[in-house]
């Protein structure tokens, strides 16, 4: 058994819109220009934070959560990332005390300490009293606080003399070029024109107390040596495998809510995977055995898939020829006869499935789920701006993940309709492969249950 360790920092706020990501984002990018390895994680289910974080950091952003992913997975992640970083940072999920389990619950759950984004635009002294009550509600270890949307040096000062026996670790003024948002979250930052230098002028932007920071302890987690790689622990136990098999996946700016363990979790059970697009009206690839349509923003790129004539005659004679096809969200919505964007203007879709997916103005669905499977539950999340209205009758629900009560237990509370039309599986929820792998193998097999 190895220790390995870093310093570790769980980073977050009393609420969403703090500035976690930017925080997190500017820190990376300026440990990375100090010659700092770094990885990140992610609590909780997302897909578009990450995306902007591993382009902050340079390496893949994987979860962390005591539920979906689970605690021992979590940790052997900490630890394989703690054998070559200097510096791990965990970015979390709305207020530090929200949801079951909360961002404190994985800080506590690794020992690991705690560091506040505090907007202060509107404040001054007030910073303190918010951070002693962050610190001890829970409590946890606070191991100091980053002031964001500082007005001034002066500012700054006020603030760091408000925090008691708590660190300024350090502070960021107002940006004047930020990262752009849209109906669910964060830009891509493929799609954002001089990400690297917004990235840059963030981190240089970022006032680091570097003795403060060289202060703060290594974190340090148990590895067993002969432990196989997180993704792959549950694998070689599946009931069924991919072995052999080719799983091409849609991957481009429709199609871009991917788990980077999920393709993990695909590798590991055998699986030669291909990517093609879509939007670049590529044919899925001659190949394939499966397909795999992630979720992604279909509805702001409409236009262009209607026209792909190559990628919707290859969907088609896939379909026709029975290829297993697993549809999340975004990748669901495409294949439905129509879809009604956000300007009410409609567009024919695939016409794969029945109905129409018509664009909401307000979230319509967001949570933890699982899908209960022959071969045991399989978590994941939902997270969408839109309905679908069909003639289908849904062939399973998803059920929903108490907030309220034991992190181990689900209610049974009626989740996301799971639609199954011959060999396509269609949903709003969001599969985390790794949570079952024999599950997630089951769904790109033919003629599994």
């Not at 002294?125 to 962050?134: C, D, F, K």
Request: net charge negative; glycine share 8%.
């Amino acid at each position: 058994m190895v220790r390995p360790s870093a310093k570790v920092v769980l980073i977050s706020a009393i609420a969403s819109g703090q500035g976690k990501t930017t925080t997190t984002a500017a820190l990376a990018r300026k440990l990375v220009n100090l010659g700092k390895r770094v990885r990140v994680f992610k609590t909780g289910p997302d897909f578009i934070d990450p995306m902007m974080l591993e382009r902050a950091c340079g390496s893949a952003v994987h979860s962390l959560d005591l539920w979906m992913v689970g605690q021992a997975d979590s940790e052997r992640m900490l630890a394989r990332a703690a054998l070559d970083a200097d510096v791990i940072l965990i970015e979390g999920v709305m207020g530090l005390y929200d949801g079951n389990p909360s961002s404190a619950d994985l800080a506590r759950a690794f020992g690991v300490p705690v560091m506040a984004v505090l907007d202060a635009s509107a404040m001054a002294q007030t910073v303190g009293a918010l951070a002693m009550g962050l610190r001890d509600f829970g409590p946890v270890h606070l191991a100091g606080v980053i002031a964001n949307r500082i007005a001034s040096e002066g500012h700054a000062k006020m603030v760091a003399a408000a925090m008691r026996d708590i660190p300024l670790l350090g502070s960021l003024p107002r940006q004047e070029e930020f990262l752009p948002e849209r109906h669910l979250g964060l830009v891509l930052p493929q799609e954002v024109d001089r990400i690297e230098a917004i990235l840059d002028t963030m981190a240089s932007s970022l006032e680091l107390d570097m003795q403060a920071w060289d202060a703060l302890p290594d974190n340090s987690f148990e590895l067993h040596e002969h432990a196989s790689h997180h993704i792959l622990q549950h694998a070689s136990q599946a009931a069924a495998n991919l072995a052999g098999k080719t799983i091409a996946i849609a991957r481009d700016a429709a199609f871009a809510f991917i788990y980077p363990a999920n393709l993990e979790c695909l590798l590991g059970l055998g699986a030669e995977l291909v990517f093609f697009s879509p939007l670049a009206d590529e044919a899925i690839p001659a190949q394939a055995d499966a397909l795999y349509l992630p979720g992604g923003y279909p509805e702001l790129h409409a236009r262009t898939l209607t026209q792909a004539s190559n990628w919707l005659a290859s969907l088609h004679a896939a379909h026709a020829q029975g290829m297993p096809i697993l549809a999340e969200c975004g990748g669901m919505m495409a294949i439905t006869e129509g879809l009604v964007d956000q300007q009410e203007q409609s567009w024919p879709m695939a016409g794969i499935l029945p109905g129409k997916v018509i664009m909401q103005k307000k979230l319509t669905a967001l949570g933890s789920q699982a899908w209960v499977t022959p071969q045991g539950e399989l978590r994941g999340h939902t997270f969408h701006y839109s309905r679908f209205e069909t003639t289908l009758t849904a062939s399973s629900h998803t059920i929903k993940h108490s907030t309220q009560h034991s992190t181990q237990h689900s209610t049974q509370q009626q989740g996301e309709a799971i639609y199954r039309n011959a060999n396509v599986r269609a949903s709003y929820f969001h599969a985390y492969f790794a949570s079952n792998p024999a599950a997630t193998a089951a769904l790109f097999l033919r003629d599994a249950t």
